[in-house]
T-cell receptor, first 121, second 114 residues
Framework: GAGVSQSPRYKVAKRGQDVALRCDPISGHVSLFWYQQALGQGPEFLTYFQNEAQLDKSGLPSDRFFAERPEGSVSTLKIQRTQQEDSAVYLC???????????????????FGEGSRLTVL | AQKVTQAQTEISVVEKEDVTLDCVYE???????LFWYKQPPSGELVFLIRRNSFDEQNEISGRYSWNFQKSTSSFNFTITASQVVDSAVYFC???????????FGKGTRLHILP
């Protein structure tokens, strides 16, 4: 597609429910990131994929959070037994970066989706 | 550990005024990268600029300019002759050479008043 697409745009869940958030990166982009952005805060890194490999999941706040990208394109962020503190906008970003000179650090350009706003009641 | 501080939470200026957004960073790496992103009300983060730690030349792009000073660990962003369309949240960010993770500051909300 033309840009990074995320769905759903808005999700309301009752505390304890499981949710799944989907990210469709730009076609051909190797790297995919998930960020969590609480109200009035900057995006906080959650996890990073290069193709289907999850290279860094150090930002996932608890074992209730799980991300996958089984075929190296679409990614799903799953949150089990949601809590109120999980309420945030979840941003997905992709990049051509694939190591070497194409690393994010060298190109700098992450393409972000519009995010999925999760509200846990 | 890497850290980005944007001390200005919110700024309001009248249209056509110049405005500078401050950014101070911390890193133990000698090779690192600094970024600015814009987040308009639609929510989508838009890449503005990347600088690497070896390039301290200031950059100008139209009404935007960036001042990188390693001596003070700062990477400030100036908008000249501001316009209402510049109203957004602006994030400064840092990436260390060891990985592709980008760490964001808390952002500065900029209001340009007509």
């Amino acid at each position: 597609g033309a840009g990074v697409s995320q769905s759903p745009r808005y999700k309301v869940a009752k505390r304890g429910q499981d949710v799944a958030l989907r990210c469709d990166p730009i076609s051909g982009h190797v790297s995919l990131f998930w960020y969590q952005q609480a109200l009035g805060q900057g995006p906080e890194f959650l996890t990073y994929f290069q193709n289907e490999a999850q290279l860094d999941k150090s930002g996932l706040p608890s074992d209730r959070f799980f991300a996958e990208r089984p075929e190296g394109s679409v990614s799903t962020l799953k949150i089990q037994r949601t809590q109120q503190e999980d309420s945030a906008v979840y941003l997905c970003a992709s990049s051509q970066g694939q190591g070497g000179t194409m690393r994010i650090s060298n190109t700098g350009e992450l393409f972000f989706g519009e995010g999925s706003r999760l509200t846990v009641l | 550990a890497q850290k980005v501080t944007q001390a200005q939470t919110e700024i309001s200026v009248v249209e056509k005024e110049d405005v500078t957004l401050d950014c101070v960073y911390e890193t133990r790496d000698t090779t690192y990268y600094l970024f600015w992103y814009k987040q308009p009300p639609s929510g989508e983060l838009v890449f503005l600029i990347r600088r690497n730690s070896f390039d301290e030349q200031n950059e100008i792009s139209g009404r935007y300019s960036w001042n990188f000073q390693k001596s003070t660990s700062s990477f400030n962003f100036t908008i000249t002759a501001s316009q209402v369309v510049d109203s957004a949240v602006y994030f400064c960010a840092l990436s260390e050479n060891r990985d592709d993770k980008i760490i964001f500051g808390k952002g500065t909300r900029l209001h340009i008043l007509p």
